[in-house]
């Protein structure tokens, strides 16, 4: 299935934060919403909210100004803001609902691996 993610709204490699910026969000890893996972006949999919004030504290190269929304982000990059998930994940989409300036804004990122995935056992 070929995809359909535009790599433009993406840095072109990861972008991983440095420990100050790590350390200014971990007073949000708790806030973090997790919906129930979905799937549609090939892939599970899980909501995660961020919480508003997050937002602040997250660094502005993870945005794309354009669009007034957080970039698509790489694998390291939203585990590096202490989204968590089950191996291997892929960024599938990430909505905002209003641009940047809006004080009820949630970001919205979507996770998704394979339907029915088994991790591999460990020494094979």
């Given amino acids: 299935m070929a995809s359909s993610v535009d790599m433009s709204r993406?840095?072109?490699?990861?972008?991983l934060l440095t420990e100050p910026e790590r350390d200014r969000l971990d007073e949000?890893?708790?806030?973090?919403?997790?919906?129930?996972?979905?799937s549609d006949s090939e892939y599970e999919y899980r909501h995660v909210q961020l919480p508003k004030n997050m937002l602040k504290a997250i660094p502005k190269d993870y945005f794309d100004a354009?669009?007034?929304?957080?970039?698509l982000l790489w694998e390291d990059e939203w585990r590096g803001l202490g989204i968590t998930q089950v191996r291997p994940t892929r960024l599938q989409a990430q909505h905002l609902?209003?641009?940047l300036?809006?004080?009820?804004?949630?970001?919205?990122?979507?996770?998704?691996?394979?339907i029915n995935y088994q991790?591999?056992?460990?020494?094979n």
């Fill in 101 to 114: 300036s809006s004080p009820r804004l949630t970001p919205t990122v979507e996770p998704r691996r394979p």
């Fill in 28 to 38: 949000f890893i708790d806030s973090i919403h997790y919906s129930p996972r979905y």
């Fill in 10 to 15: 993406r840095n072109k490699k990861p972008r």
């Fill in 119 to 123: 991790p591999p056992v460990a020494g």
């Fill in 66 to 71: 354009s669009r007034g929304t957080l970039m």
């Fill in 97 to 99: 609902a209003q641009p």
